[in-house]
T-cell receptor
């Protein structure tokens, strides 16, 4: 089972460049998320989507954009990259169950450095 | 505002010892408390979770203790092994909310020495 797949794994960007982090999941989950992880700061929610065509901002959305045209795919776009966007990015998905709770499945991460 | 406060930030334990990580929350609407484990170079993965109708949940060497009145919960790793070396995140959510969004602690980096 592939689960949540992110590409690329590593990327170096120059200041001002743009790029898209790709994410796809094969679990038919309706909820998808993008998090960033910085040392000692935990996981910060950037954007999330509750279904195709529906997206919303998380805690730290500035400098990012997302789209959700299909259930499977949830790309994250960085416009005008800045050094503050150097981080590890995780895509995730889930099918929240109000009974048992929301189990989130994470991808393996994308390491982004902006220089 | 940090919804879930986690301590310590790092922890070093001898092999065979007990590792204890603590978390606290303020929002009384939270009713689901999972712990995620993250190995270097990998994404976090669900380790164990508890609902507030019980005070303790055990899965193998991993135990969650939950104190509803104090709004605290903790992860205990018994007989800690070098393979347990990882970053551990506590989290909390309200299962009845639309998103069921998880609020994560800042993480604890556990190192178990052989």
């Amino acid at each position: 089972n592939a689960g949540v797949t992110q590409t690329p794994k590593f990327r170096i960007l120059k200041i001002g460049q743009s790029m898209t982090l790709q994410c796809t999941q094969d679990m038919n989950h309706n909820y998808m998320y993008w998090y960033r992880q910085d040392p000692g700061m935990g996981l910060k929610l950037i954007y999330y989507s509750v279904g195709a065509g529906i997206t919303d901002k998380g805690e730290v959305p500035n400098g990012y954009n997302v789209s959700r045209s299909t259930t499977e795919d949830f790309p994250l776009r960085l416009e005008l990259a800045a050094p503050s966007q150097t981080s590890v990015y995780f895509c995730a998905s889930s099918y929240p169950d109000s009974g048992s709770g929301n189990t989130i499945y994470f991808g393996e991460g994308s390491w982004l450095t902006v220089v | 505002q940090q919804q879930v406060k986690q301590s310590p930030q790092s922890l070093i334990v001898q092999k065979g010892g007990i590792s204890i990580i603590n978390c606290a929350y303020e929002n009384t609407a939270f009713d689901y408390f999972p712990w995620y484990q993250q190995f270097p170079g990998k994404g976090p993965a669900l380790l164990i979770a508890i609902r507030p109708d019980v005070s303790e949940k055990k899965e193998g060497r991993f135990t969650i203790s939950f104190n509803k009145s104090a709004k605290q919960f903790s992860l205990h790793i018994m007989d800690s092994q070098p393979g347990d070396s990882a970053t551990y995140f506590c989290a909390a959510s309200n299962r009845g909310s639309t998103l069921g969004r998880l609020y994560f602690g800042r993480g604890t980096q556990l190192t178990v020495w052989p």
